[in-house]
């Protein structure tokens, strides 16, 4: 796996501005077609993506990286990390039977499509047949 180091000299490096600087430079690589993040950790806030539960919290997230295709690892100011994969040789996934839809007060929900074409009502309003509440946790899922 490639490594590179991004230095940023502009204040405020959240998480946000780090992997839009990261996804800048992995889409520049040329053996990465389709770039596509499968780990990345925020050493500021000791967050990470994947959790695996019972294996070292500390590399965890890193060794799921290199076990599932990473080829291009990017350290942002020594604060964050991602390791990018590339997605270019898997075919599309699609269409989904799901959509996000949000109710009048702006909870968000996953609906099935066919059963919000079934129900006899607004398709873009969620309803308790065809769609399921998401809260904080599970919204990030979707």
Known sequence: MKTAHIDHSGRNLDYRTASVLAASLAE????IVTPVVVAWHD???????????????????????LS??????????????FIFADSGAFEPYGPSPYINLYDRHGNEFL????????????????????????????????
């Open 28 to 31: 520049k690589d040329m053996e």
């Open 43 to 65: 050493k500021k806030t000791s967050r990470m993506s994947p959790v695996l539960e019972g294996c070292a919290r500390e590399t965890s997230w890193r060794d799921y990286g």
């Open 68 to 81: 599932h295709g990473g080829k291009l690892e990017v350290d942002v100011n020594g604060e964050f990390e």
């Open 111 to 142: 609906c099935q499509i066919n059963a919000l074409r079934t129900a006899s009502h607004d398709t873009k309003q969620p309803s308790k047949e065809a769609c399921t509440a998401l809260d904080e946790w599970t919204s990030k899922l979707t």
